[in-house]
């Protein structure tokens, strides 16, 4: 399935490559660091960094912005709100809130892959207020209600 995305570029972010998907099968399209210079982020800082892009999503759509696992596989980069979410009416720039979990400071530079962006369709509730909800097996058990091994 494909939907149309208008997507517009900062002024400084002109040389950089618009959101790609990374093969045929790829569901999140690479974000890139628009940043001027380099930015050392020392392990536990947190930083928001642009990607130059703005986009407009057709209503009833919305974007998230995740990590990109072999950032977090090999240097412990994150991001703060994953996922972040992008509303259809939001016209501002994409950033990117990233932290440095690992134990070494992390560089990003301009035209990094740093995050991925995946546009999914949107369901709206309408919230139906109740005395009673309907009865399950599970009812309120959360929070590793389930236990941890399959055995279990």
């Not at 790829?26 to 020392?42: I, M, N, R, T």
């Not at 950032?71 to 994953?82: E, I």
């Not at 509730?125 to 055995?151: C, H, K, N, Y």
Request: no cysteine; charged share 20%.
């Amino acid at each position: 399935m494909q939907i149309n995305v208008l997507i517009q570029r900062e002024p400084d972010a002109e040389d950089l490559p618009l959101p790609q998907y990374a093969t045929p099968g790829s569901a999140g399209a690479d974000l890139y660091a628009a940043v001027e210079q380099p930015v050392v982020l020392q392990p536990g800082e947190r930083r928001r960094i642009s990607t130059g892009i703005r986009i407009a999503l057709p209503p009833g759509y919305e974007a998230q912005v995740r990590p990109r696992s072999g950032l977090a596989d090999r240097y412990g980069l994150s991001m703060v709100n994953a996922p972040g979410t992008i509303d259809s009416d939001y016209r501002g720039v994409i950033q990117v809130i990233l932290i440095n979990l690992g134990q070494e400071p992390i560089t990003i530079r301009r035209g990094d892959r740093i995050a991925q962006l995946v546009v999914a369709p949107v369901v709206r509730a309408v919230w139906q207020e109740t005395d009673r909800l309907p009865q399950t097996g599970r009812a309120e058990g959360g929070f590793g209600s389930t236990g941890i091994s399959a055995q279990e």
